[in-house]
């Protein structure tokens, strides 16, 4: 049979385990945050400013081209890339944010880049919303297979010529 005062001690051990398992979490935690934040600029993904585009080296060309390309003075990145509202756009930028940042720190993405499927459904409703008047006999309904994506005739719109390579940038 135990004492009092050994009940005692062992409550103590296990409070002492408990508050030593909080601190080496919150202190991953800390460290994780610091990286993401600090040294990633974690912050930064929460503006629309295109720079934030180009703080992975990789996009650094689709920047530079943008740059050039005839929509620099009228669409920044996140006006065709992500959804126009607010829900849409957030949700957008946490599973990119998710997948860019799992892909750059393991990294295992294709090069070069390429848009994946939910994105470029993403791409084609911004075309649309600015040009769809314009071309709307020219494109499906949205939703149908067959339906024309924009940038299967202008490629090179967003993004410009491919530095050094002549040919359009998807």
């Known amino acids: ?20 398992a909080l601190a080496l979490l919150l202190g991953i935690l ?5 990286y993401t934040f600090v040294y990633a600029k974690g912050l930064s993904y929460m503006s629309s400013d295109p720079e934030v585009c180009a703080n992975c080296h990789i996009m650094q060309p689709q920047y530079e081209a943008w740059q050039k390309s005839s929509h620099h003075h009228v669409a920044g990145c996140v006006d065709c890339h992500l959804p126009h509202d607010f829900f849409g756009k957030y949700l ?10 799992k892909a750059f720190t393991a990294q295992d993405f294709a090069e070069p880049i390429a848009i994946k499927p939910a994105n470029s459904r993403i791409l084609q409703d911004s075309c649309l919303s600015c040009h769809g008047e ?3 006999q020219a494109v499906a309904v ?29």
């Not at 005062?5 to 051990?13: D, E, I, L, V, W």
């Not at 800390?30 to 610091?34: H, L, N, W």
């Open 92 to 101: 957008a930028k946490a599973l990119n944010g998710y997948h860019h940042s």
């Open 1 to 20: 049979m135990r004492t009092a005062s050994q009940t005692r001690q062992r409550g103590m051990a296990g409070s002492a385990r408990l508050m030593l």
């Open 134 to 136: 314009l071309v709307h």
């Open 30 to 34: 800390t460290g994780i945050g610091s």
């Open 142 to 170: 949205p939703g149908r297979s067959d339906e024309v994506r924009c940038v299967h005739c202008h490629q090179s719109v967003g993004h410009g010529e491919r530095a050094g390579l002549g040919g359009p940038r998807s």
